[in-house]
């Protein structure tokens, strides 16, 4: 199973944007999740294609049970967001790559913002985890995939508590 998505957002795909770009809502998103900001930069300019890329540390226990099996104490997720510049009426897509340091296992996901106007965008995500770890791997990918789809619907609610709390 694949992680596939579709949310509202109720500001515009600029907004958005820009949330992510921020480095205190990279920091807020982070302290939800359990992680630690290590490091964070944006690569280009937001009115243009560009690339956010972060580094997060987290502990192990924060996974789901069964990876908690073979992966200890604490972990570092690399994400690199490459974002294409904004069509005619603003909707932007980023590929992202997400691959965790101490463990071989990895996430590939596009997101697409689709404009709605000045006040909605619909964002969709599809995305997929690799895990390559012998007997179990299966086991570890459909069990981190439900946490996948709780991040991305966690990153859409943050992101509009953000927006809306800095208007």
């Known amino acids: 199973m694949a992680l596939e998505t579709e949310l509202v957002i109720p500001h515009s795909a600029q907004d958005i944007i820009e949330a992510y770009a921020d480095r205190d809502f990279n920091e807020h998103l982070s302290k939800k999740v359990g992680a630690k900001l290590l490091s964070f930069e944006v690569n280009g300019p ?24 073979v992966i200890k104490g604490e972990v570092s997720v690399h994400v690199t967001h490459a974002w ?10 980023a590929d992202t790559e997400v691959k965790i340091s101490s463990a071989p296992v990895s996430a590939s996901s596009a997101q697409n913002l689709h404009a709605r106007g000045e006040q909605e965008t619909l964002s969709t995500v599809r995305g ?31 992101v509009s508590a953000w927006i809306s709390g800095r208007g």
């Not at 009115?47 to 924060?62: H, L, N, P, R, Y």
């Not at 294409?84 to 897509?93: C, I, V």
Request: glycine share 6%; net charge positive; hydrophobic share 40%.
């Open 46 to 69: 937001l009115d243009g294609a560009f690339e956010i890329v972060t580094e997060q540390s987290m502990a192990a226990d924060k996974l789901p049970d069964i990876a908690k099996k």
């Open 128 to 158: 997929e985890v690799n895990v390559n770890i012998p007997l179990i791997g299966k086991k570890i990918k459909a069990a981190a995939e439900p946490y996948m789809r709780k991040f991305v619907d966690l990153q859409a609610r943050e």
């Open 84 to 93: 294409g510049a904004p069509d005619a009426s603003g909707s932007r897509r």
